[in-house]
């Protein structure tokens, strides 16, 4: 059962994830996802987790968190560096 499980959550290909900060993660890599998240002030930006992270590869894995933690996130708003990602 834990098999069905796993492979199912491998499967994200253009699920929508909601969450409450921005979110690159090395789990996330190759499976289309894309990711919603509001901010504190309410303010909601959607991106392909994909493309923010081709296009800044050099950059994540040069951050020691990412290094880490295999995670890089951002709470108040969406790095200036991932808003030309942005979808509407």
Partial sequence: M???KKSA???VKNEVLKSKRFVIR?????????VEFTNK?????????????NANK???EAMNCFKK????????????????????
């Fill in 41 to 53: 002030e309410g303010k909601v930006y959607k991106y392909s987790h994909d493309e923010v992270y």
């Fill in 26 to 34: 090395k789990a996330l890599l190759g499976k289309g996802a894309i």
């Fill in 9 to 11: 959550k491998a499967e």
């Fill in 69 to 88: 933690y295999k995670s890089y996130t951002a709470t108040n708003s969406m790095p200036t560096f991932a808003r030309e990602f942005i979808i509407e």
């Fill in 2 to 4: 834990a098999t069905a």
């Fill in 58 to 60: 050099a950059r994540f």
